[in-house]
């Protein structure tokens, strides 16, 4: 995915704003080294949800669709606790 690109529209970056997130955060998130946490279908759309963790040590939820070859992030947030210690843990290689 390093090569990905994003759709961003005011709709999703206000979205994510009202978590506190930017979109270069969410990016930095998904295009670091993230834990996929999920997928689901919504309303026919498929999701992904990834832990990941920004440049300056941030860690996200973030949730995913794909537009064609774009990346669209649907929203990002701070995940609860559990999910940061599953994050952390993993990235430690401890599980």
Known sequence: MNDALF????????????????????????????????????????????????EKGRILRVVITMRGELIRVLTAFEPSKFHKNLYLERKAGLR
């Open 7 to 54: 759709d961003w529209d005011l709709g999703n970056i206000a979205h994510i704003g009202e978590h506190d997130v930017e979109p270069g955060e969410a990016e930095e998130a998904i295009l670091g080294e993230p834990l996929d946490v999920g997928y689901d279908v919504v309303n026919g759309e498929e999701r992904w949800s990834f832990l990941g963790e920004t």
